[in-house]
């Protein structure tokens, strides 16, 4: 208490508008950064892999890598400026950090597949569409909610958690180009050992510290196994002086840097992700006024909140940014620091941007292992899941309820693995079914809205294989 006291009175600190002394405010500041730096930029690398220039593809391609890290950097702190400041309606004046959103890259992967740099142009085509789209659902947010309960919304993100722990799994083991190559050190134990030591040291510190080392767990868990991986030879000294020395001192973004091409796939499955992205933040927004000020949030906050997302997303697409949405880590350090302030978010999206200005600190995280970051991608994406099952909790779990589920994640699961199974649709079809996400939101969304509010037991007794479970009226029976 003595601490809050120190930034603030009880009242201030309720008040978005308050600035504390700058002393104060810096830390705060850059707080927010460490809480969601490293889930910012995986998904440039994610994306940047699944395109075949990632960690250890020894494309030629390799530098843009650092183009994408730094232009994630630079949006999200653009992107925050636009929520904090606010521009007109546009922005929520609410302190809300916005970063890269893990909810595209299940879109971005079948978009990019193999096929390289080429595959930019079209993906940061549907970035800038759809968040045009996003950033249009602002002004009607209010009455869409009613097709997004919490069956759909925790349905789509346990799905997106489940479509990439796959991708924790294959960096810790060593990564794409490793496994397609055939190398004999994939899955070996000193790769699964560097991983090992970031779960282990994320885990130590998230069960057993407090405040801010506990925040930013993952974060130091990969510094820890980015120290064990230079210790044991994994990563030469030389190699990280080489990328830190390579890359420019500083950089502008350049608009439309890969081009611009229109793909209907893209543009659909941006615009379709968009529903859910707009959802989560509204419950961002609810939880930072609640958290924070003990109020709820208006209708102006929901909608400038909206609109900067989708505003946010559609400046990062033209100039090789990924989409942007807020960051639900950050609304729990606002819960636990009891500090409201915009300003000082507004800090740390200054620190971002200057981070992404400076291609060298993304120089450095290049130089992150592979099987470093697969440490913390499986927390990270085993996280998403668990937050999908939690959200799925508020769930009234009637046989109606079951039904939507069942049918929703095993299309859209089954697509996921098995994505030759629709290898003869059109191209645009077949991008879109075997993200697996998609044609579940669709299903659930859809099955939701016709189907009758209650199925009697006769009606699911069959098709559930003697699992479909017991009313609480027929266990008191």
Partial sequence: ??????????AQLRD?????????AVPLGIQHVLAMFV???TPAIIVAGAAGFGFGSNSPDFPELLYLIQMSMLFAGIATLIQSIGVGPVGA???IVQGTSFAFIPIMIPLVAGKGVDALAALFGGVLIGGLFHAFLGIFIGRIRFALPPLV???VVTMIGLALVKVGIDYAAGGVPARVQGLEEYGSLLNWSAALVVILVTLGLKFFTRGMISVSAVLIGIIAGYVYAILVGMLPVSSIAGSFGNAAA???PQPFKY???FSIAAVIGFSLMAFVSAVETVGDVSGITKGGAGREATEEEIQGATFADGFGTAIAGAFGGFPNTSFSQNVGLIAMTGVMSRHVVTIGAIFLIVCGLIPKVGGLVRTIPIEVLGGGVIVMFGMVVAAGVSMLSDVNWNRRNMVIFAISISVGLGLQLEPKAVQYLPDTVRILMTSGLLPAALIAI???LILPEELVDEQTDEISGGHAGHSEEAETA
Avoid at 1 to 10: V, Y
Avoid at 16 to 24: E, F, G
């Fill in 16 to 24: 978005p508008n308050y600035t504390p002394p700058l002393a104060k």
């Fill in 446 to 448: 859809v099955l939701n």
């Fill in 1 to 10: 208490m003595a601490a809050d006291q120190a930034i603030g009175t009880a």
């Fill in 93 to 95: 004046k609410l302190p």
């Fill in 259 to 261: 081009g611009f091409e």
């Fill in 39 to 41: 889930s910012n930029v």
């Fill in 153 to 155: 919304t925790g349905l």
């Fill in 250 to 252: 500083f950089a502008l």
